[in-house]
């Protein structure tokens, strides 16, 4: 799989954003934070805290731009604002799960470009 073949992570973007001397620090801190922001989103969700769960997305669509990850950007963009206004609750576990699968596609997509 070549980097223009990714439908996750964005190489071109990233190397474009710091230089190619930072991409692999920039892949390994999306590694290091996402699973973390993950497992606070799911917290905030079951414990039904909506303004926790706005504030951990808006942090995580950071995470997830850094890496050119625009489609999941706007998912949590999405979630973010329906979670300020307490709107569509019944939809945030299922915005949630497909942020959650963006990113361990984009995990397996950084460990192929890593072994490349």
């Not at 980097?3 to 474009?16: D, G, M």
């Not at 950071?62 to 050119?68: A, P, Q």
Request: hydrophobic share 40%.
């Amino acid at each position: 799989m070549s980097e223009k073949e990714f439908q996750f992570i964005n190489i071109e973007y990233l190397t474009e954003m710091v230089g190619e001397e930072m991409v692999d620090p920039m892949l390994e801190l999306f590694e290091n934070y996402i699973q973390e922001n993950i497992n606070d989103m799911k917290n905030s969700l079951s414990e039904q805290n909506w303004q926790e769960l706005a504030k951990i997305a808006h942090r995580t669509r950071s995470t997830v731009s850094s890496v050119g990850m625009q489609k999941t950007f706007e998912k949590l963009y999405s979630l973010e604002n329906l979670a300020k206004q307490a709107k569509e609750t019944e939809t945030f576990e299922n915005l949630l799960s497909l942020v959650i699968e963006d990113c361990e596609k984009a995990l397996i997509e950084i460990k192929i470009f890593k072994n490349k």
